[in-house]
T-cell receptor
């Protein structure tokens, strides 16, 4: 039971490149979230999903896209990477909105 | 504007000592308050979740308090251990937040031997 698995752990992109951050869960939780964490700041919600086929924007969705074709997977797509997207990205899952979240170990992304 | 503020920003204490971390929030209407522990290079891990009616909740050596009237919470760590070195993050959920949690910036705690 791995919980929440994120790949890759580290990535360096050039400005304008694209990439997909992968998130997979084996806990069968409906709710999945993508957050970014910048130094000295609280986590910011990028996108979330309440179940397969349903996604919605969070606080900071610009420059990102997501899909949720299965319960297990919730990939985050960066198109035309910009230096402002340099951050640590966390995927999280939850059984309901009132219960605790379980986080992956994060992806450190640098855009140069 | 919904906000969560934590103090202090950072704290250094000796192993075995106790400490208290503070969280003030201006989130309304309030649903629940959570404390997470985040080790360096790892994702946050849940410590407690408290609803409006709960004013104290313990998880081992961690005790969280909540005063919904003054919109303040504290996390007390007893008999600190080196493994307690981490960032502690206060998170508040609003009733109509559309699944969004308001995250504090965290208190970085360093335990010295």
């Amino acid at each position: 039971n791995a919980g929440v698995t994120q790949t890759p752990k580290f990535r360096i992109l050039k400005i304008g490149q694209s990439m997909t951050l992968q998130c997979t869960q084996d806990m069968n939780h409906n709710y999945m979230y993508w957050y970014r964490q910048d130094p000295g700041m609280g986590l910011k919600l990028i996108y979330y999903s309440v179940g397969a086929g349903i996604t919605d924007k969070g606080e900071v969705p610009n420059g990102y896209n997501v899909s949720r074709s299965t319960t297990e997977d919730f990939p985050l797509r960066l198109e035309l990477a910009a230096p402002s997207q340099t951050s640590v990205y966390f995927c999280a899952i939850g059984r309901s909105t009132n219960e605790k979240l379980f986080f992956g170990s994060g992806t450190q992304l640098s855009v140069l | 504007k919904n906000q969560v503020e934590q103090s202090p920003q950072s704290l250094i204490i000796l192993e075995g000592k106790n400490c208290t971390l503070q969280c003030n929030y201006t989130v309304s209407p309030f649903s629940n308050l959570r404390w997470y522990k985040q080790d360096t290079g790892r994702g946050p891990v849940s410590l407690t979740i408290m609803t409006f009616s709960e004013n104290t909740k313990s998880n081992g050596r961690y005790t969280a308090t909540l005063d919904a009237d003054t919109k303040q919470s504290s996390l007390h760590i007893t008999a600190s251990q080196l493994s307690d070195s981490a960032s502690y993050i206060c998170v508040v959920s609003a009733v109509d937040s559309n699944y969004q949690l308001i995250w504090g910036a965290g208190t970085k705690l360093i335990i010295k031997p």
